[in-house]
């Protein structure tokens, strides 16, 4: 006898969630079919990163009843990626990861739509992240992380009590995985640490001595370092080495590998060569399917309110059996990223060139190559050539003049700082003040600088 029964919905486990109410649910959920619908047609995800995590996270999405996905992401595909980013095929090796990730979800998955971004996430107005509803990190990279998180934090604005505005609230889910390790947060800026608060949280990189790597190598990663610390601005007087560049990377492999055939050391590989060079960990497909797990609901349960969020950093470890455990970070309240902002105290007559002179010399930016903006509005840029040229003007106007004569107000400003003795791109948001202008009490300059 054949079952003529109607199988069961792809959503059936989904709308356990959202059409019925529990204890856990938060204080806004309004269990209904239109909150699905409304998930659905209004709520747009941007997922950062189409790698591993990056795959996983936008088939999860996809599945967990999300419509409005866009996904970015520098990176082409290679061979070595195809073990664990399970999107991919032999054909697409070449071919803009998030280009590939956005076809084959919306290949699997009916109704989705998923717009792809293949660029650098600086590359994008910082207004385009301001679009999405919730942002979802699946990167490898410290400094990217830092950087979205910067951006979202940029959006937040606080009362005159300090207190969070709700609607300028920019929430992010965030994922990690190294090797069987890996971690799923939520930052909801104003209220959890911001990835800058625990930023103690990530080891500094392992460094060699140059004295060893040049005179007496013991390891692959010696023979593979010296290829690139030291044999590379030998050869390429000048030259920058692109980590990012197959034939940079081939050049330091070959180099590595003569290296090591000179002092009889075995063990230096491609794959090697790009996870010395790039500080990558080898990547577990299982890990990163349990990370996205969590990260996907995590991402439902903020937007729907259809349970209490994570609080707020989760941790797994799949090395030895299997542990998990959850801790409550407390946010820096002297964060410069997520508090209200770095207080500046100016004179009227400050031009935009003092003014980012200034940048560079204080002691809490160190800000260089600073490029400001005010209310969306580019007061000037570093770069592209263009947008220089079209604010290069601005230089010399006053900074007071250009923010429209108003007495107080929130700047944001992008430029390179240094940390563990690496230039990285960083967004700081200021809190200007112009001293003597009507409106502006002693209350607003305390702590100025």
Same mark, same amino acid.
């Given at each position: 006898?054949?079952?003529?029964?109607?199988?069961?919905?792809?959503?059936?486990?989904?709308?356990?969630?959202?059409?019925?109410?529990?204890?856990?649910?938060?204080?806004?959920?309004?269990?209904?079919?239109?909150?699905?619908?409304?998930?659905?047609?209004?709520?747009?995800?941007?997922?950062?990163?189409?790698?591993?995590?990056?795959?996983?996270?936008?088939?999860?999405?996809?599945?967990?009843?999300?419509?409005?996905?866009?996904?970015?992401?520098?990176?082409?595909?290679?061979?070595?990626?195809?073990?664990?980013?399970?999107?991919?095929?032999?054909?697409?090796?070449?071919?803009?990861?998030?280009?590939?990730?956005?076809?084959?979800?919306?290949?699997?998955?009916?109704?989705?739509?998923?717009?792809?971004?293949?660029?650098?996430?600086?590359?994008?107005?910082?207004?385009?992240?301001?679009?999405?509803?919730?942002?979802?990190?699946?990167?490898?990279?410290?400094?990217?992380?830092?950087?979205?998180?910067?951006?979202?934090?940029?959006?937040?604005?606080?009362?005159?009590?300090?207190?969070?505005?709700?609607?300028?609230?920019?929430?992010?889910?965030?994922?990690?995985?190294?090797?069987?390790?890996?971690?799923?947060?939520?930052?909801?800026?104003?209220?959890?640490?911001?990835?800058?608060?625990?930023?103690?949280?990530?080891?500094?990189?392992?460094?060699?001595?140059?004295?060893?790597?040049?005179?007496?190598?013991?390891?692959?990663?010696?023979?593979?370092?010296?290829?690139?610390?030291?044999?590379?601005?030998?050869?390429?007087?000048?030259?920058?080495?692109?980590?990012d560049d197959p034939e940079h990377m081939k050049w330091v492999y070959e180099e590595a590998v003569k290296r090591a055939e000179l002092?009889?050391?075995?063990?230096?590989?491609?794959?090697?060569?790009?996870?010395?060079?790039?500080?990558?960990?080898?990547?577990?497909?299982?890990?990163?399917?349990?990370?996205?797990?969590?990260?996907?609901?995590? #991402?439902?349960?903020?937007?729907?309110?259809? /349970?209490?969020?994570?609080?707020?950093?989760?941790?797994?470890? +799949? !090395? *030895? =059996?299997?542990?998990?455990?959850?801790?409550?970070?407390?946010?820096?309240?002297?964060?410069?990223?997520?508090?209200?902002?770095?207080?500046?105290?100016?004179?009227?007559?400050?031009?935009?060139?003092?003014?980012?002179?200034?940048?560079?010399?204080?002691?809490?930016?160190?800000?260089?190559?600073?490029?400001?903006?005010?209310?969306?509005?580019?007061?000037?840029?570093?770069?592209?050539?263009?947008?220089?040229?079209?604010?290069?003007?601005?230089?010399?106007?006053?900074?007071?003049?250009?923010?429209?004569?108003?007495?107080?107000?929130?700047?944001?400003?992008?430029?390179? #700082?240094?940390?563990?003795?690496?230039?990285? /791109?960083?967004?700081?948001?200021?809190?200007?003040?112009?001293? +003597? !202008? *009507? =409106?502006?009490?002693?209350?607003?300059?305390?702590?100025?600088?």
């Amino acid at each position: 006898m054949v079952d003529t029964a109607t199988p069961p919905s792809r959503s059936r486990d989904l709308d356990k969630l959202l059409l019925r109410p529990g204890n856990l649910v938060g204080p806004t959920f309004e269990p209904g079919t239109e909150l699905r619908e409304d998930l659905k047609e209004y709520v747009k995800v941007l997922v950062v990163g189409a790698g591993g995590l990056g795959c996983e996270l936008l088939k999860d999405l996809a599945l967990s009843g999300f419509r409005n996905l866009e996904v970015i992401d520098m990176d082409r595909i290679e061979v070595s990626n195809l073990n664990r980013q399970f999107l991919f095929r032999l054909d697409d090796v070449g071919k803009a990861k998030a280009e590939v990730a956005a076809k084959r979800v919306m290949e699997r998955v009916s109704g989705v739509n998923i717009v792809p971004h293949f660029c650098r996430i600086e590359d994008k107005e910082i207004n385009f992240y301001n679009d999405f509803s919730i942002i979802v990190l699946g990167l490898d990279s410290i400094e990217a992380r830092s950087y979205i998180n910067a951006v979202a934090c940029g959006f937040l604005e606080y009362d005159s009590d300090d207190s969070p505005r709700e609607e300028s609230i920019k929430p992010m889910v965030d994922g990690g995985t190294e090797g069987f390790k890996g971690h799923a947060r939520v930052i909801v800026p104003g209220f959890t640490p911001c990835f800058e608060c625990t930023i103690w949280l990530f080891p500094p990189q392992v460094k060699f001595p140059l004295c060893t790597l040049a005179e007496t190598p013991r390891t692959a990663a010696h023979c593979i370092e010296y290829a690139h610390l030291i044999k590379w601005d030998e050869v390429h007087s000048g030259k920058t080495f692109d980590p990012d560049d197959p034939e940079h990377m081939k050049w330091v492999y070959e180099e590595a590998v003569k290296r090591a055939e000179l002092f009889g050391i075995p063990g230096v590989t491609y794959s090697l060569t790009q996870g010395v060079v790039k500080n990558i960990i080898p990547a577990i497909a299982s890990t990163n399917a349990v990370i996205s797990a969590a990260c996907a609901l995590e #991402t439902l349960k903020i937007v729907s309110g259809c /349970s209490k969020t994570l609080s707020n950093y989760l941790t797994y470890n +799949g !090395v *030895e =059996g299997l542990h998990t455990k959850v801790t409550e970070f407390v946010k820096d309240k002297d964060c410069l990223v997520c508090g209200p902002g770095v207080l500046i105290e100016l004179d009227i007559s400050v031009t935009l060139r003092k003014f980012i002179d200034l940048l560079e010399e204080h002691p809490k930016l160190l800000l260089s190559k600073a490029s400001v903006r005010h209310r969306g509005k580019n007061l000037y840029m570093q770069a592209p050539p263009v947008l220089e040229e079209m604010t290069r003007s601005n230089i010399s106007l006053t900074l007071y003049e250009l923010m429209d004569k108003v007495p107080k107000d929130i700047i944001h400003v992008t430029g390179s #700082t240094r940390r563990d003795d690496k230039k990285t /791109s960083c967004l700081r948001k200021l809190r200007v003040v112009f001293k +003597g !202008v *009507e =409106g502006v009490t002693d209350m607003d300059m305390a702590g100025g600088a």
